[in-house]
Structures are given as C-alpha cells and as structure tokens.
T-cell receptor
Framework: SQKIEQNSEALNIQEGKTATLTCNYTNYSPAYLQWYRQDPGRGPVFLLLIRENEKEKRKERLKVTFDTTLKQSLFHITASQPADSATYLCALDRRSNYQLIWGAGTKLIIKP | DADVTQTPRNRITKTGKRIMLECSQTKGHDRMYWYRQDPGLGLQLIYYSFDVKDINKGEISDGYSVSRQAQAKFSLSLESAIPNQTALYFC?????????????FGPGTRLTVL
C-alpha cells in the first residue's frame, strides 16, 4: 500500500541555521508533492508544490527538492527563525481525483 | 473574514448522539473535503465533493455522512458518535483550475466523544 514517512521526532535547530525536513514515500509515483505548515490548533497552510518533472523549487527562504528515483522530497528553510517553529506536512497526489495522501508531519523547533 | 469557516470550533458530545459539523467557504471553489487528524497520523480523508451533485467516499467514511447544500456549504454528520471518533476535523477547499492543486483549510473542529 502507499506509504508516506516523515520523521516523527521533533527537529531542533539553532536560529540562523538551515533546517532540513525529509519526506519519503513507497509504492507510489505521484505527479506532484506539496508541503504545508501547521501551527497548533490551526489548519494546514500551503507552502510549496513541486511536480515530478521538477528537481527543485524555491520561495524566499524555502527550498524543496524532489527525487523520484529515491522517492524522497527534502524541505529546507534557510536562515531559520523562531517564527518558523511549526509542524510541516508533506502530501502527495493520488494521480486521480486530486486526492492527497498526507504524511504525519515533522515538528520543527527553532531555538533562539 | 476567513475564507473557510467551520462551526463549531469545539464540541463535546456523548456516545450515541448525532452531531453535525458545518463548513462554509467564500472562495468560490467547487471542490470541498472533510478530513480528520489524529495525533501521530496524517490527515485522513473522510468525504470529498467536486460539486453539489458529486459526493465521494474517502478512505475512512464509515460512521460518517455528508451533505453539500450549496457550492459554499459542506456538512459532516456523525450519525451515532463513538469515542474513537474523537479527533480534530478539518474542512478544505481547492480549485484545480488555478493549476496549483493546493488545498485551503478551515480552522478545524475539535470533537470529543465521551
């Protein structure tokens, strides 16, 4: 069955450093992958989408890579700030009906 | 004003009760979704609707039903609530015509079934 894995342990990063989060998937070939941010008690907020034919996507301090051979996406936040602390979710499409399969998310903590 | 709203924001109910969670959106999107979120698990799709006349079951629809009253309104019902339906429930919308396939979420409803 289709499976998405994100590191379940919280990631602690010093302010100013680059945070890198991982999303791995198996038994699947998505057409695109999305990253969302979720703050406690709130709904996820879309950050970036990367398509299967794209290797890298950037938006301000955010960068996403997509390796369809390794079945992995990396999400980077450069010059991290305490305000970047949140849970980050990855989601893959089902290639039909535009449904998404969601990872459980990784909690990122940026320490001042 | 929020684009996607959910009511109530919090609800405590007892086993066996019927409850309804409501979702409204002002984004003009045709597609609407209901998810539940449990600690340590990814969002799970309960039902989705591509327009008023098109409603589909998601991966965990048992024990739930939905109604799409209008393009802007999508309600989720628990016919007879049970404790393992205690979770955070989210409504979302999307409009693939925009080409990004991103989903826009409401603030969530925290449901507790005693």
């Amino acid at each position: 069955s289709q499976k998405i894995e994100q590191n379940s342990e919280a990631l602690n990063i010093q302010e100013g450093k680059t945070a890198t989060l991982t999303c791995n998937y198996t038994n699947y070939s998505p057409a695109y992958l999305q990253w969302y941010r979720q703050d406690p008690g709130r709904g996820p907020v879309f950050l970036l989408l990367i398509r299967e034919n794209e290797k890298e996507k950037r938006k301000e301090r955010l960068k996403v890579t997509f390796d369809t051979t390794l079945k992995q996406s990396l999400f980077h936040i450069t010059a991290s700030q305490p305000a970047d602390s949140a849970t980050y979710l990855c989601a893959l499409d089902r290639r039909s009906n535009y449904q998404l399969i969601w990872g459980a998310g990784t909690k990122l903590i940026i320490k001042p | 004003d929020a684009d996607v709203t959910q009511t109530p924001r919090n609800r405590i109910t007892k086993t066996g009760k019927r409850i309804m969670l409501e979702c409204s959106q002002t984004k003009g999107h045709d597609r609407m979704y209901w998810y539940r979120q449990d600690p340590g698990l990814g969002l799970q799709l309960i039902y989705y609707s591509f327009d008023v006349k098109d409603i589909n079951k998601g991966e965990i629809s048992d024990g739930y039903s939905v109604s799409r009253q209008a393009q802007a309104k999508f309600s989720l019902s628990l016919e007879s609530a049970i404790p393992n339906q205690t979770a955070l429930y989210f409504c979302a919308t999307s409009d693939p015509r925009q080409g990004t396939y991103e989903q826009f979420f409401g603030p969530g409803t925290r449901l507790t079934v005693l």
